[in-house]
């Protein structure tokens, strides 16, 4: 069953052109990895999907239907790990971990919240002494740790990924790779990831999309990555300067 539909979705700002009518399907359950160059519009592909810009034309559907009035019902099925981590300097890791849950619809109690903070703060590996922490007490992959724990805390439907290792080591990488593996395929939850990094691609997905200059140029199963006879994916995955994409000098 599908979960995310995009029909021929488009979005501009001003003359510079970034969808070019895009169309996918994510189907429920599914981790899709979303990849391409800086500038493609993989950013602006899921912040129109999340409703935070609006498409110039097209069609977006989420179970089959379109984005409903009720801004916050639609958005409390979504969790996000940022780029960043995008933590909450003033606030400690558990109060980072439920923040979602302590506002809006279906608000915790402190006590509760605090409670299924500290469960999915073990989840991602990390011990309950952490909890009363600040975001700067904390290493990257610890940080990084932290953004995970928030994302599934309000046990979302779907879940998008930014840059999830961007800043990390290589072994702390493979480390957070495997823990979205293994988180979205325990919640059954829907993927979709934006990344450079072809080892958290390999990792995590089941389906990849490539987008350049606002267009799907490539999109199937991970498995066939390599064999696809695409030029504009050959060359991204083998980082080849020469080809159809035209490196920025």
Not at 136 to 144: C, D, I, N, P, T
């Amino acid at each position: 069953m599908t979960k995310i539909a995009l029909t021929d979705v488009t979005k501009s700002f001003g003359p510079k052109h970034v969808l070019r009518g895009i169309s996918l399907e994510v189907g429920r359950g599914e981790s899709m990895v979303v990849i391409g160059g800086s500038g493609t519009g993989k950013s602006v592909l899921l912040k129109c999907i999340l409703g935070i810009i609006r498409a110039d034309r097209g069609e977006i559907l989420i179970d089959g239907k379109p984005q409903g009035r009720d801004r916050d019902a639609f958005l409390a099925q979504f969790g996000m790990l940022f780029q960043g981590g995008a933590l909450f300097d003033s606030l400690s890791v558990w109060q980072n971990v439920a923040f979602r849950l302590m506002r809006g619809t279906g608000k915790r109690s402190k006590t509760e919240a605090r409670e299924i903070a500290v469960e999915k703060l073990r989840r991602v590996g990390l011990s309950p002494d952490v909890a009363d922490l600040f975001p700067a007490e904390l290493s990257g992959g610890m940080q990084k740790r932290v953004g995970l724990a928030r994302a599934i805390a309000a046990e979302p439907e779907i879940i998008f990924f930014d840059e999830p290792t961007t800043g990390l080591d290589p072994i702390m990488s493979g480390v957070i790779n495997e823990l979205i593996r293994e988180i979205v395929v325990e919640m059954g939850a829907t993927a979709m990831t934006i990344t450079h990094d072809m080892s958290s691609v390999r990792a995590i997905a089941d389906r990849v999309l490539m987008l350049h200059d606002g267009h799907v140029q490539w999109q199937g199963p991970v498995g066939e990555m390599e064999s696809s006879g695409n030029a504009y994916l050959d060359q991204f995955l083998h980082g080849r300067a020469e080809g159809p994409i035209e490196a920025v000098r």
